[in-house]
């Protein structure tokens, strides 16, 4: 008894803290479904935000995840001008044997019973297949297959926009954004990494690259004309710009100590081990950092491309918008001596509170 009371308080103590508008349990004996939808914020546009299955310790966990991720997305779509707010799904199971089919199609029957307030894509655990099963049910699911109508591959429009990032803080920092002869370390050669090499030798920047998988890095290396270099030395090298497009949490305490860049941009998650601590941190020290929610923002612009009816061209132009929108964040950031992740929260939140005016207005 005690117990659940217990997992009761928590719960609901949760529902409270980020100011959900929406939870939704689905449940299904038949199928095996357990999975949590949080809608956090309507007010720009339909919740979007991928369906990740994950098999998590306890509920609570898999309740905690979800609503700090769809809360992330309501301030990622803010930030980026899209008119999108921000959901998020999580399935709780292993990934590698609890779904099928039947699961998935259940899972997109509970989404088409929100009737469009959420939209779900793919994330950690789901496939393009999944996101088909789904579609089965609802129309109310982006990143299906080419075959479908979907656009396939979106590191090309997450490396455009990591890339307008970059340009923007060269701007601040050095007065023009021209990228040539300027020293970039590109950490992470995969999908995104290779595609921002590219863009960067384009502009006949001095990349330089490091992965722990030296066979994708020797290949980038070679074809792009970038120089490999020992990952675990990479804080050694004098570069201007650190673009992180492997792991999150690469900047922290220890790392920072040894930062001698003057710009960190790049495209993985969560780059900040202590947002609060780091970002104040990287102030201090002059270093700016163009927020990760922000500059990767290319694969969420690209469903929304994919929502209003896709077009390449269009999504390039959204991607392009980053420069902008982080040249904002900088000056804001600059104005009120405040860290630019907290620069960029204030800017998405003003956005979602006027047009919370002009929706409520008649
Ligand atoms: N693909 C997208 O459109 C997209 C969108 C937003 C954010 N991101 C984030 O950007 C990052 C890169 O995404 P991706 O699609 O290119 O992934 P990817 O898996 O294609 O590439 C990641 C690369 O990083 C390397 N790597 C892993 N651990 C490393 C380490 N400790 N040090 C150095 N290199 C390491 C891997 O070997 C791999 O080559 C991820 O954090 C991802 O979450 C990607």
């Not at 769809?70 to 990934?95: C, E, F, P, R």
Request: hydrophobic share 40%; aromatic share 6%.
């Amino acid at each position: 008894m005690s117990s659940v009371r217990l997992e009761e308080s928590s719960v609901f103590s949760q529902l409270g803290l980020l100011n959900h508008q929406q939870v939704v349990f689905c449940n299904d004996e038949e199928t095996g479904l357990k999975a949590i939808i949080a809608i956090h914020n309507t007010v720009l546009g339909p919740a979007l935000g991928g369906t990740r299955m994950w098999d998590y310790a306890t509920e609570a966990e898999a309740l905690n995840d979800v609503l700090r991720l769809s809360q992330a997305m309501t301030y990622k779509a803010a930030i980026t001008g899209l008119n999108l707010g921000g959901g998020k799904a999580v399935i709780i199971g292993d990934s590698r044997k609890d779904k099928n089919e039947v699961m998935m199609r259940r899972f997109g029957r509970f989404i088409q019973n929100l009737n469009g307030a959420f939209i779900t894509t793919q994330d950690v655990g789901t496939s393009p297949k999944d996101m088909e099963y789904i579609r089965m049910e609802t129309k109310y699911v982006t990143g299906i297959p080419e075959v479908m109508g979907g656009n396939g591959d979106l590191s090309p429009v997450t490396a455009k926009g990591v890339f307008m990032g970059i340009k923007a803080c060269v701007k601040e920092m050095f007065g023009t954004d021209s990228l040539a002869g300027r020293t970039v370390a590109v950490q992470g050669t995969g999908h995104v990494g290779e595609n921002l090499v590219s863009l960067l030798r384009a502009e006949n920047a001095k990349v330089y690259v490091s992965d722990i998988n030296e066979e994708r890095l020797i290949k980038v290396a070679r074809q792009y004309g970038a120089e490999a270099v020992n990952n675990s030395r990479l804080f050694d090298i004098d570069f201007d710009i650190y673009a992180p497009c492997a792991l999150g949490s690469t900047v922290n305490s220890e790392t920072i100590a040894k930062m001698k860049c003057a710009i960190i941009a790049g495209s993985a998650n969560n780059q900040l081990a202590d947002e609060k601590a780091d970002g104040q941190l990287l102030l201090e020290k002059g270093i700016l950092y163009a927020p990760d929610y922000l500059i990767n923002a290319g694969g969420l612009i690209n469903c929304y491309s994919e929502l209003e009816g896709y077009s390449r061209k269009r999504t390039m132009q959204l991607a392009e918008n980053i420069y902008e929108a982080t040249r904002e964040v900088l000056k804001k950031s600059k104005e009120e001596e405040i860290p630019t992740y907290l620069a960029a929260n204030k800017i998405a939140e003003k956005r979602i509170a006027d047009i919370r005016k002009i929706k409520s207005s008649n």
